[in-house]
């Protein structure tokens, strides 16, 4: 079984979290696949960060939405980075990305990149949402997509969920897991990853749960990996 290693918005417990360094130090590390998120600058701009707000992750202040790419550009996002447009990441990596979009209108911007760039081979897209899942599966028929769920509703809810909007995968958190949760989602022909994995121990127990692979922050867990396989 292929255990992908999902390197958590690059490796974002030794670089600035979703900046083109840590995406580069999560690929050179042999990440599989690289996690991301995005939203819409203010002159609707794929633009990758986090939270509704620069606030934490940058030496700026304000909501995403009310700043243009320029002005995003030029703040400081750790150790001199500064916020990418997702399209320079795609130019500046050539991981797999997993997109994780939390609106439709910027599921949308992302469809359309998608298609104009012919990324599809490359790029899945993860959310929260259900509804953006769903329109991103109507919009982007054949696209792989995870669907980010915690597990309040118990195993058979989230199974029910992914397969209303089309998800190819489910990610839950680790903690949560148990190996019934598991061979459920795979008893519905879903794959289930698990979020987010930074020990040996956690490491250990989403192999032990037979995960399809597992969200990370820190590059060890992808060498250590290899000889847990």
């Known amino acids: ?3 992908l290693t999902i390197g958590h918005r690059g490796v974002m417990g030794v670089e600035p979290e979703n900046t083109l360094r840590s995406f580069v130090r999560a690929e050179r ?9 995005v939203q819409l600058s203010k002159d609707g701009v794929l633009v990758v960060l986090h939270d509704p707000e620069v606030d934490r992750t940058t030496d700026g202040a304000g909501a995403v939405a009310d700043l243009t790419l320029a002005a995003l550009r030029e703040l400081d996002a750790g150790q001199g980075e500064h916020v990418p447009a997702f399209e320079e ?9 997993q997109v994780s979009v939390r609106d ?3 599921a949308a911007a992302l469809a359309e990149l ?13 959310s929260f949402h259900d509804e953006v899942l769903a329109e991103t599966a109507r919009l ?6 995870v669907l980010h769920s915690e597990l309040s509703g118990g195993a058979e809810g989230v199974v029910a969920r992914a397969l209303v909007c089309g998800a190819h995968t489910v990610a839950l958190n680790i903690r949560e897991l148990t190996l019934d949760t598991v061979e459920s989602v795979h008893a519905a022909g879903l794959r289930v ?37």
């Open 114 to 126: 998608v298609l104009r760039r012919d990324l599809s081979a490359r790029v899945e897209v993860a």
């Open 89 to 97: 990441v795609v130019d500046g990596v050539r991981t797999p990305l």
């Open 104 to 106: 439709l209108a910027a």
């Open 29 to 37: 590390s042999g990440m599989d696949v690289i996690a991301l998120d």
């Open 193 to 229: 990853t698990g979020w987010t994995v930074n020990t040996l121990q956690q490491l250990r127990l989403a192999r032990a749960l037979e995960l399809d692979g597992a969200a990370t922050d820190f590059p060890e867990i992808r060498s250590t990996g290899r000889f847990l396989a």
């Open 1 to 3: 079984m292929t255990f």
């Open 140 to 145: 982007l028929p054949g696209v792989r997509t």
